[in-house]
C-alpha cells in the first residue's frame, strides 16, 4: 500500500534559525497535505498541494510540492516559540477516499 | 458550531471489554474518518465513511467496528479490547465525500490493561 515517510522525526532549533521538513511517498500523489499538531492537541489543517510542482506561501512558511507529485517540503524562516508542534504531511490516494499520513516531524524551539 | 466532538475524554478498559467511542460533528460534512495515534507515529486510518449508510475499512481496522446511520455521528467500537489498542483517538470529518481538509476533534486517550 500507499508508504509516506517523513524526515527528520525530531528537530532541536534556536529561535530564529530556519527549519525545514521533507515528505516522501512511494506513490504519485493526487494531493498533499500538511498538518500541525501543538503538544495535547489535535493535528490542525494548515495547507493542501494539488498541482505539480506547486509553491505556497503562509507568512513564514513556505510549501512545495515536488514535479513528479511524490515529495513535498514545509520549510519555516526564522522559527519562532509559537511554531513549536509536530509537523504532519498526509497524501491523498487516486481514489481520493483515504489519506495516508507521515509519521511527523517534531520542532523544539529553544528562546 | 461545535465543530468535531468526540466523547470521552479519558477511557481505561480492561482487557477483553468493549466500549463505543463517539463522534459527532456539526457542519453537515460528508466524509468522516477515525486515526489512532501511537507515540511517535503519524496517525493511521483506522476506518471512514464518504456519507450516511457508507463505511469502508482504512489501514489498520481489525478489532474495530463503525456505522454511519446519520450525516452527524460516527461512532467507532472496540469489540474485545487489547492492550495494543492503547492510544490516541481522534475523529476528523471533511465537507465532500473525500478526504479533504480534514477537521479534527479533541481526541480520546483510551488505555486498556
Known amino acids: 500500500g500507499q508508504q509516506v515517510m517523513q524526515i527528520p522525526q525530531y528537530q532541536h532549533v534556536q529561535e530564529g534559525e530556519d527549519f525545514t521538513t521533507y515528505c516522501n511517498s512511494s506513490?504519485?500523489?493526487?494531493?498533499i497535505q500538511w498538518y500541525k499538531q501543538r503538544p495535547g492537541g489535535h493535528p490542525v489543517f494548515l495547507i493542501q498541494?494539488?498541482?505539480?510542482?506547486e509553491v505556497k506561501k503562509q507568512k513564514r512558511l513556505t510549501f512545495q510540492f515536488g514535479e513528479a507529485k511524490k515529495n513535498s517540503s514545509l520549510h519555516i524562516t526564522a522559527t519562532q516559540t509559537t511554531d513549536v508542534g509536530t509537523y504532519f504531511c498526509?497524501?491523498?490516494?487516486?481514489?481520493?477516499?483515504?489519506?495516508?499520513f507521515g509519521g511527523g516531524t517534531r520542532l523544539m524551539v529553544k528562546p | 458550531n461545535a465543530g468535531v466532538t468526540q466523547t470521552p475524554k479519558f477511557q481505561v478498559l480492561k482487557t477483553g471489554q468493549s466500549m463505543t467511542l463517539q463522534c459527532a460533528q456539526d457542519?453537515?460534512?460528508?466524509?468522516m474518518s477515525w486515526y489512532r495515534q501511537d507515540p511517535g507515529m503519524g496517525l493511521r486510518l483506522i476506518h471512514y465513511?464518504?456519507?450516511?449508510?457508507?463505511?469502508d475499512q482504512g489501514e489498520v481496522p481489525n478489532g474495530y467496528n463503525v456505522s454511519r446511520s446519520t450525516t452527524e455521528d460516527f461512532p467507532l467500537r472496540l469489540l474485545s479490547a487489547a492492550p495494543s489498542q492503547t492510544s490516541v483517538y481522534f475523529c476528523?470529518?471533511?465537507?465532500?465525500?473525500?478526504?479533504?481538509?480534514?477537521?479534527f476533534g479533541p481526541g480520546t486517550r483510551l488505555t486498556v490493561l
Open positions: 457542519m453537515n460534512h460528508e466524509y
Open positions: 498526509a497524501g491523498d490516494n487516486n481514489a481520493g477516499n483515504m489519506l495516508t
Open positions: 506513490t504519485t500523489l493526487s494531493n
Open positions: 465513511s464518504v456519507g450516511a449508510g457508507i463505511t
Open positions: 498541494l494539488v498541482k505539480s510542482g
Open positions: 476528523a470529518s471533511s465537507p465532500r465525500r473525500r478526504a479533504g481538509e480534514q477537521f
